[in-house]
Nanobody, 125 residues
Framework: QVQLVESGGRLVQAGDSLRLSCAASGRTFSPYIMGWFRQGPGKEREPVAAINWADVSRTSYSHSILGRFTISRDNAKNTLYLQMNSLKPEDTAVYYC?????????????????WGQGTQVTVSS
């Protein structure tokens, strides 16, 4: 069993930066892909970014955050990160990390086996 715990979310102002973390634990942790999703107030959950755990050069981003957010991971710490720059009020959401043990469409939530509980990011204008 794998547990994912997000942290780092808080209230910030537009234009600020924030880094989210997702710590993974479990007897064996060897994901194929990990991703970040978010769900804003009154909206459906949407994909944000994903990274191939073994090949960090393989990353994917949604168009809405491209150029502002960067996904990365620390293999030794079993931790996934999301660096968010130039935050906008529309980035306000609960951010979730997710992991899949197999190849999957990065943007499809149904392809992920494990999910964290989420961390709230609020961006004020």
């Amino acid at each position: 069993q794998v547990q994912l715990v997000e942290s780092g979310g808080r209230l910030v102002q537009a234009g600020d930066s924030l880094r989210l973390s997702c710590a993974a634990s479990g007897r064996t942790f060897s994901p194929y892909i990990m991703g970040w999703f978010r769900q804003g107030p009154g909206k459906e959950r949407e994909p944000v970014a994903a990274i191939n755990w073994a090949d960090v050069s393989r990353t994917s981003y949604s168009h809405s955050i491209l150029g502002r957010f960067t996904i990365s991971r620390d293999n030794a710490k079993n931790t996934l990160y999301l660096q968010m720059n130039s935050l906008k009020p529309e980035d306000t959401a609960v951010y979730y990390c997710a992991a899949s043990s197999r190849a999957t469409i990065w943007s499809s939530a149904t392809g992920y086996d494990y999910w964290g509980q989420g961390t709230q990011v609020t961006v004020s204008s």
